[in-house]
């Protein structure tokens, strides 16, 4: 039976490895600005992303996670062998855009690699249309709240400080960009990790081993632990395009651009829409860059970060169709 205790828990610990791989690969979604605008040590960064990432349970609820594991692949389709493949397909595509230092988005390659299993399995009948809609909208219009709040937010931080100590300005923006960054790494944490407890829980169900669609508590802190020491090992290739390589940051902006960011994964993760953190403090840190000159933002490396994230969903899909079409011949 694919749905076998056997099978299982070993597919269980290969998610939490995405997890980790997630929290390694996003690490530099939280610590990128405020290294760049050297307020803490990278090791300091780390830590303090890390811990954030793990405390995000006691804030959010699980509805991202429901909508991850019934809401976008028929939950009668699910196998072991159909998790398993999803997962290499995601986890593929991190370490491959993690080379070549791509910040693409881990939340959209788990989902690609998730349905291109389950396609692989059911055809497209698995797919559940109504599911995918709010997140497809939301690969769009997420990066654009983050921008335009980044955007804004820059104009009123600057008209509030004219007349101001450029001194005192830098000092109180490098106090609250200790805030910005803990609120960052609060959303990361509470939206990314439940991507996995829905995979997780989805694999409990579908083996009977839970009788509803509710996140066990340990699901929920295995998930949590899982994404903060993966945000603890750094993601240093990825820090550097996300902090200077798109546009220089002093920190009064990685101060807008985190609590812009934060604020449209709050608002995500409200609606239980899964996101791309990365895709959302990309945004927030072009519009923060756009304020001074358009010519400030490097357009040609936001362009390539871009290419990455279109390519995420096929991409890690395909892998996911592959690994499960190579795992049912090898069975």
């Known amino acids: 039976m694919e749905t076998s205790l056997f099978l299982i828990i070993p597919v269980i610990l290969i998610a939490l490895a995405f997890d980790f791989t ?19 040590a990278p090791r300091q960064a780390v830590l303090w992303a890390a811990v954030f990432n793990f405390v995000a349970f006691l804030l959010f609820g699980t509805g991202v996670a429901k909508t991850i594991g019934q809401g976008m692949v028929d939950i009668e389709v699910v196998t072991s062998t159909v998790i398993l493949a999803g997962l290499i397909g995601a986890i593929a595509w991190n370490l491959i855009t993690w080379y070549f230092g791509l910040p693409s988005s881990s939340s959209h390659a788990l989902i690609g690699g998730y349905a291109g299993a389950a396609i692989a399995k059911g055809g497209f009948s698995a797919i559940i249309p109504g599911g995918w809609t709010l997140t497809l909208i939301f690969i769009i219009l997420a ?12 104009v009123a931080v600057s008209w509030i400080g004219q007349g ?3 001194d005192k300005i830098a000092r109180w923006a490098r106090v609250m960009q200790l805030f910005s960054a803990a609120a960052f790494s609060l959303g990361h944490g509470g939206n990314d990790a439940q991507k996995t407890m829905g995979i997780i829980t989805s694999l409990l169900f579908a083996g009977g081993l839970v009788n509803s669609f509710d996140v066990p508590l340990w699901v929920v802190l295995s998930a949590h632990a899982a994404i903060a020491m993966g945000t603890l090992t750094g993601g240093w290739r990825i820090v550097k395009t996300m902090g200077q390589k798109i546009t220089k940051l002093q920190p009064i902006d990685g101060f807008c651009a985190e609590t812009a960011a934060a604020s449209s994964i709050f608002l995500s993760t409200y ?10 403090i990309t945004g927030a840190i072009s519009g923060v860059g756009a304020t001074s000159r358009l010519t400030a933002v490097r357009w040609g490396v936001t362009l390539r970060i871009v290419w990455a994230w279109l390519f995420t969903i096929p991409a890690s899909g395909l892998i996911g169709l592959l690994a499960y079409q190579l795992t049912k011949l090898l069975a």
């Open 271 to 280: 609606l239980a829409i899964p996101v791309s953190t990365t895709h959302v």
């Open 143 to 154: 990066p654009l709240i983050g921008l335009v709040l980044g955007f804004f937010l820059k």
């Open 164 to 166: 101001k100590s450029p």
């Open 22 to 40: 997630n929290g390694m690969h996003d690490a530099a979604n939280s610590i990128s600005t405020i290294v760049s605008t050297r307020v803490l």
